[in-house]
């Protein structure tokens, strides 16, 4: 990963809106089907709003129909973790 930023949350709350900040800092998520990058397909990059981090590229993203953006990959591997949930029924 990137070097760490040191942030109050006070500091993040701030900077960030209450959209990102509830994305960014407390792992939430945007409705299904709302978010501005959902049906997006412009040639680009993908950065984190908090640190500027490249994440995505367009050259990457498919269409998941799960409401969404979707990637097969990230841009770089050291700026992206990822999370295994295990669900019990």
């Not at 959902?38 to 993908?46: L, S, V």
């Not at 993203?61 to 953006?69: A, I, L, V």
Request: hydrophobic share 30%; aromatic share 14%.
């Amino acid at each position: 990963m990137s070097e760490k930023i040191e942030k109050t949350e006070a500091d993040w709350r701030e900077e960030l809106s209450p959209e990102q900040f509830h994305i960014l800092r407390e792992k939430g998520t945007e409705r299904p089907f709302t978010g501005k990058y959902d049906k997006f397909y412009e040639a680009g990059t993908y950065k984190c709003a908090g640190c500027g981090a490249e994440l995505f590229s367009s050259e990457t993203k498919f269409k998941s129909g799960s409401g969404w953006p979707s990637f097969y990959a990230p841009a770089n591997e050291t700026n992206v973790a990822t999370e295994v949930t295990v669900v019990l029924a």
